[in-house]
Each structure stands twice: as structure tokens, then as C-alpha cells.
């Protein structure tokens, strides 16, 4: 196949290719795109260096797949640019997760609902992921009711800019002179340090004080279980570890179901 992925020279585009290689994928060309600040970063894939391209119409001929990890803009850009011409796009932000006509999947859970033919196909959030897969099979077992989690999410889900805050934030230096970040200065990312500290506030707040990733597991959950009237209750919270998401869950279902079961 020729695989193409859409913000190659990103935290999470690098790691895509890299698990394509790791994972023997069918990649008969890989085809790395960015945007023209990019254009001519030099990756490596499979013992060979790749030149990364600036995105663009004629970057997605012939493409058989599009793996897109750029945000939100630029998946709403070219996904249909892509699809137009002949790709199956598996996206990875919010631009497609909740629109009625894109199947938002987990392979674990709802992989029935994938399209027959080349599509957009929404990647949930991160935490959602992992959450539904083990809600799912006891919800086929006992009924799912509703559930409430609290996260805990590592720095990886913000990009570089992020791990190096916090690197730089925890390092050695710095504990020698004591673990008072209070400095505004300090925190550039996050609206506050995020070294030695955790913050309940993943993206924006709406009015009600709702986080964006805390609406995300309540509307993305609900889709992806066939469940559009299922209650959910979630906290999010950045903590200060460098890859790994935690979830802590409590569910209610509406049969009894043993610590065996």
C-alpha cells in the first residue's frame, strides 16, 4: 500500500511511523507530509531516509491509506481532499469524531461499524479509547448504565513542546534549588507549571466549567458503546509523568456481576 501520514514531523506522527515499521505494516511507499515549514525533514523508515513533502492535492494521488495526526484545521482541510482521491483517512483529532456520518472507532468494541468502502474514519480521544475497551464486553455482559472515571493524563497527549517542559521543569537543577515553580514565567504550555504538580484542565472550559477532554468521554463514549443516552460523569487531570494515560472508573450495570465474572 502507499500510506501517507499527515504531520509526519510531530510527536504523534513520528510514533506512527515508527509502529508501521515496528509492525512489519503492508507499506509499499511511505509518503510523509507536513506543512511547507517542514517540507525536506528527513525520516527514517525501515533502514532508509524519507524526505518529508509539503501537504498538498497532488500529495494524496494514488494513496491507498492517510493517516492523519496534524489537529483539527488541517484534518478538516484535506480528509476530504484525500478521500476525494480514493484514500481510506483514519484521523486523529476532533474534526470528524462526532459528526453523524464518520464512524468513530475502536477496533475492540465497534469495528462492525466501518464503512465497506474508502471513508473518514475518526480515531476517539485517547482516554476514551482505553476506558471503552474495558467497559464494552461488561457491558455485553451485565448492561452498562453509566459510569464516572477520572483520568490521568501524561504530557505526550500535548506534543514536544510539552515533554520538554516538563523535563526541563523536573530536572536536577532545579530540585536542587527547591520545587517552587510558581513562576508564571515557567509555564508555557499549561496555564500553570506542570512539573511537581497536577492540573484538572485538558483544553478549554465551557461555561459551566466543563473541560473540552471531559465532554469528549461523555459524547465519544456514548457513540462508540451505541449508547446515545448513557450517563457519564468525568474529571480530566494533566499529571506530571511523560507517556502513559491512567483511568480510574467506577460503572454501574444492571446486572450483578462477580469479581470472577
Same mark, same amino acid.
Given at each position: ?43 527514517? %523508515?525501515?533502514?532508509? *531516509?524519507?524526505?518529508?513533502? @509539503? ?5 494524496? #494521488? +494514488?494513496?491507498? $491509506? &492517510?493517516? !492523519? ?82 483520568? %490521568?493524563?501524561?504530557? *505526550?497527549?500535548?506534543?514536544? @513542546? ?5 523535563? #526541563? +521543569?523536573?530536572? $536536577? &537543577?532545579? !530540585? ?86
Amino acid at each position: 500500500m502507499r500510506v501517507a501520514v499527515l504531520g509526519a514531523t510531530g510527536l504523534v506522527g513520528r510514533e506512527m511511523i515508527a509502529v508501521l515499521e515496528q509492525r512489519s505494516f503492508p507499506v509499499d511507499e511511505l509518503v510523509p507530509l507536513a506543512s511547507e515549514r517542514s517540507a525536506g525533514v528527513v525520516l527514517p %523508515f525501515r533502514g532508509e *531516509s524519507v524526505a518529508v513533502r @509539503a501537504v498538498s492535492e497532488d500529495a494524496f #494521488e +494514488g494513496v491507498d $491509506l &492517510a493517516l !492523519f495526526s496534524a489537529g483539527s484545521g488541517p484534518s478538516r482541510t484535506w480528509a476530504p481532499v484525500a478521500r476525494s482521491k480514493g484514500a481510506w483517512v483514519v484521523d486523529n483529532s476532533s474534526a470528524w469524531r462526532m459528526a453523524p456520518d464518520v464512524s468513530l472507532v475502536v477496533p475492540e468494541v465497534n469495528a462492525g461499524t466501518l464503512p465497506e468502502t474508502p471513508s473518514v474514519i475518526a480515531n476517539p480521544n485517547c482516554a476514551t479509547i482505553q476506558t471503552v475497551v474495558a467497559l464494552n464486553p461488561l457491558h455485553q455482559a451485565a448492561g452498562l448504565l453509566e459510569f464516572a472515571a477520572v483520568t %490521568f493524563q501524561s504530557v *505526550s497527549g500535548t506534543g514536544q @513542546a510539552a515533554l520538554r517542559e516538563l523535563a #526541563e +521543569g523536573s530536572s $536536577l &537543577a532545579r !530540585f536542587e534549588r527547591g520545587i517552587s515553580l510558581g513562576g508564571a514565567e515557567r509555564a508555557q504550555v499549561y496555564p500553570h507549571p506542570i512539573a511537581f504538580n497536577v492540573l484538572p484542565h485538558i483544553g478549554g472550559f465551557d461555561d459551566e466549567g466543563i473541560s473540552e477532554e471531559e465532554w469528549k468521554m461523555v459524547w465519544e463514549s456514548r457513540k462508540i458503546l451505541g449508547l446515545p443516552e448513557l450517563p457519564v460523569s468525568c474529571t480530566t487531570v494533566r499529571v506530571p509523568v511523560f507517556r502513559g494515560h491512567a483511568v480510574a472508573v467506577t460503572a454501574v450495570f444492571r446486572d450483578a456481576l462477580s469479581p470472577d465474572e
